[in-house]
């Protein structure tokens, strides 16, 4: 049978009903033949009792990082543990297993880490015994058997790498929105939602403010030979279709990053706009200033500005590689943002 990986965020498990929902498209996997490995996310957002900035509040702003790193794991494993009982009492056989019992091994940068290896035989165990493997996302071990996470939006990047290391035949990130919209719906109620996007094209997506999806993720999904999908979890469309090496022309997406502030680049945080290495974005709360970034498909530079046209609100406009960056008034991103889907999308 194929292996597939599932990926199901806080919001997908937060409550018995949307639990359920998430269990939905795990019996439909399985009901097609799939061995199913599900990773999971802390349950729940901020507010939330077991959410990661749950935990985090109940340390110093200055701990130790390794005893961050190991309190901020007990989410996953709450969710892992909660998500396998639910499957169980649904009759579908399952094993909850923490990122030491599943063989995952990082390089041990507390905070941000990198997984390296996976050491695959407990978990080709479990499925061989057709068992639902619920696996811990964002953290591993090192070497010493520390736990280690991997940084906001590390589980995508931990469904992405074990499917990678699995030889799984799909990756399917599961969020609470239907797949990869051409602009923020929360802008623009009518934006259209994406059936394929190259994946270059979606991890500059994701630099620039897309949050569906880490970036990490996408730039992972390019070592391995799978399909990735970005769908919702609480409907049954496939979403939208990472896939490599796919030919778009002209306006594909853009991405909208609020408080931000254009400066000089640092050595480590580079941005190349207008072919010098010379402007960085950072987040700078309450700056009043956003960047909407369009991302375009087969289109040069000088094209691109004449796509855009004259801009209707008052903007600093800059272009790098397949990008167009809007530097803007943050009150006026809405109204821009709905002229540029109308202008761009429609």
């Known amino acids: ?27 439909a996997l399985r009901a097609e033949g799939k061995k199913v490995i599900a990773v999971v996310s802390a349950m729940g957002r901020k507010g939330s009792p077991y959410a990661t900035d749950t935990l985090i509040s109940l340390l110093k702003k200055d701990c130790d990082l390794a005893t961050l790193d190991l309190l901020m794991s007990c ?8 998500l396998a009982d639910s499957l169980v009492q649904q009759g579908i056989d399952a094993v909850a297993l923490n990122s030491l019992q599943a063989g995952i091994v990082t390089d041990g940068v507390f905070g941000s880490a990198d997984i390296f290896d996976i050491d695959t035989k ?58 990869v919209a051409v602009i923020d719906p929360r802008l623009v109620p009518k934006a259209k939602y994406m059936k394929e996007i190259d994946i270059n094209l979606m991890y500059d997506l ?33 979403g939208t279709r990472v896939v490599k090496d796919l030919k778009m022309k002209g306006p594909v997406g ?9 400066f000089d680049a640092g050595r480590a945080d580079k941005l190349i ?9 950072r987040p700078v ?3 009043g200033y956003s960047l909407l970034t369009v991302v375009f498909g087969e289109y040069n530079r000088e094209e691109i500005r004449e796509a855009l046209g ?7 406009l800059f272009t790098s590689e397949s990008c167009a960056h809007i530097f803007v008034e943050t009150s006026q991103v809405e109204s821009l943002a709905n002229d540029l889907y109308d202008r761009l999308f429609e």
């Not at 994701?206 to 999904?221: F, K, L, Q």
């Not at 706009?273 to 974005?281: C, N, Q």
């Not at 004259?310 to 600093?316: G, M, Q, Y």
């Open 254 to 262: 853009a991405g909208i990053i609020k408080n931000c502030g254009i």
């Open 285 to 287: 709360p309450d700056s």
């Open 206 to 238: 994701s630099r620039w403010g897309v949050g569906v999806v880490h970036p990490r993720a996408i730039a992972a999904a390019k070592n391995y030979t799978l399909d990735l999908f970005i769908r919702s979890t609480f409907d049954k469309g496939q």
């Open 273 to 281: 706009i207008d072919g010098e290495k010379k402007r960085a974005v």
């Open 75 to 82: 989410g996953e494993v709450i969710s892992a543990c909660v």
């Open 122 to 179: 407990r978990i080709k165990m479990e499925l061989h015994e057709n068992k639902v493997v619920v696996v811990t996302g964002f953290q591993g071990v090192t070497v010493r058997n520390d736990i280690t996470t991997l940084g906001r939006g590390g589980s995508d990047t931990s469904a992405v790498v074990i499917g990678g290391f699995m030889d799984a035949e799909s990756v399917h990130i599961f969020t609470d929105v239907p797949g």
């Open 310 to 316: 004259t801009l209707p609100v008052k903007a600093e």
């Open 1 to 27: 049978m194929d292996t597939v990986v599932v990926k199901f965020g806080g919001t997908s498990l937060a409550t018995e009903k949307e639990r359920k929902e998430a269990i939905s498209h795990i019996g």
